[in-house]
């Protein structure tokens, strides 16, 4: 009897983690059924520990994910080392070869939801060392402080710190970056990092050497509506769902739940601050094609007292989308890469809009069968044709 109730309990659980519903178009499903599960596995047990009050749930994971870093290896293509970038932990990946005697240079900004990753990441480390290699560029790849321990802006303000000092003459000198020929990237929560450092730079006045390009990949861009068609149609979608976005965005500001309570129904921006939803209005903001079958509705005001304890979601440098045109339109070359299963997708899309409307020159990607995490997976057919198109526009372009 008890060996057939734990044969029954292995079904169901077996059931529960490897049945993960995918579209139709998506390239290798049983390679991301795999990715899944094992995320969904984490997941639920740093869940649990949260539940029974062992450990924070983001800490649960960071654990997890200590196991996949990878110390800073030279290889025969490129040579890595770590060092501070005023005080901030840096990765520098520096190529090899013979080359003219100024490279490129791209400062990379990683993910993880303002809460997770590093530098370190074995998946940060293979597109730092391929990114160096086929561009003959010097890559350098920040860490920066992550929450729980750390709120807004810290992370801001680390990566900012970190770009400035990367941006001085004699340090691009020392690492043999022409000046001309800077860029920033970042994806997902570094994408929301890189576009509000790249519009903090063009106001300072003390920065004299200015960025050649940004590169966007599937980033986060404002916190105002979590009930975008993108939150709607993908809010269970593996990788990132709709709940752990908000949970995302919420650790960013606070550990109060008081805050991913609100978010999670979409009222917590109160009504003095209702002037800033035309900023991120998808009604207007988006292409026809994915407004089609959604009605906008403007959110419900929510408490002032949360915006006054945590005023970072209606922040600029937390919500890049946020930003006036007249800072919007001196921007420089964009990229931007977004996909279709992705609750980001149309903080992507939206951001597209404004900066062609102020007439920046925007490259925009869109990826029909892509998800939120593509771009950075180990050998996936999808993450190489992702980064094939990214490495080949910097290629051209910085």
Request: proline share 6%.
């Amino acid at each position: 009897m008890g060996r057939t109730i734990l044969l029954l309990i292995s079904i169901v659980l077996a059931a529960y983690y490897v049945h993960v519903p995918l579209p139709d178009n998506i390239e290798e499903p049983w390679r991301v059924v795999w990715e899944v599960t094992q995320v969904k596995i984490a997941t639920d047990l740093a869940s649990f520990a949260e539940l029974l009050g062992i450990s924070h749930f983001m800490d649960t994971v960071k654990l997890f994910m200590k196991l996949h870093e990878v110390p800073p290896t030279s290889d025969e293509n490129v040579t890595v080392m770590e060092t501070t970038f005023n005080s901030v932990p840096v990765r520098i990946y520096i190529p090899k070869r013979e080359s003219a005697p100024l490279r490129r240079g791209l400062f990379y900004i990683h993910g993880g939801g303002w809460c997770l990753g590093s530098a370190a990441l074995s998946m940060y480390d293979s597109l730092s060392r391929r990114t160096a290699d086929r561009l003959d560029a010097v890559v350098v790849s920040t860490d920066y402080a992550l929450a729980p321990k750390h709120h807004f802006p810290s992370q801001f303000e680390d990566v900012y710190s970190a770009l400035r000092w990367f941006l001085q003459e004699d340090i691009l000198k020392k690492y043999g970056v022409e000046p001309t020929r800077v860029g920033v990237s970042g994806d997902s929560a570094g994408g929301n990092l890189a576009a509000a450092v790249t519009q903090q730079l063009i106001q300072d006045p003390d920065v004299k050497i200015k960025l050649k390009v940004q590169v966007l990949v599937y980033p986060a861009l404002q916190a105002l509506d979590l009930n975008l068609p993108s939150f709607q149609e993908n809010s269970h979608f593996p990788f990132l769902s709709r709940s752990l976005m908000v949970r995302l965005w919420s650790e960013y500001f606070t550990t109060d739940q008081a805050l991913e309570k609100a978010m999670l129904v979409n009222q917590h921006v109160p009504m003095e601050h209702s002037h800033l939803f035309r900023f991120v209005n998808w009604s207007s903001l988006l292409p026809e094609r994915y407004k089609k079958g959604y009605f906008y509705k403007s959110p419900t005001p929510g408490s002032s007292e949360l915006a006054q304890q945590y005023p970072g979601f209606v922040d600029v440098k937390a919500c890049p989308l946020l930003a006036d045109d007249n800072i919007l339109l001196h921007l420089p070359l964009t990229y931007i890469i977004t996909c279709q299963y992705d609750v980001l997708r149309d903080d992507g899309l939206m951001y597209v809009t404004r900066l062609q409307n102020v007439g920046v020159h925007v490259t925009h990607h869109h990826i029909e069968d892509g998800f939120h995490g593509a771009f950075t997976f180990h050998d996936f057919k999808i993450t190489y044709r992702m980064q094939n198109q990214y490495l080949s526009w910097l290629m051209k372009n910085l």
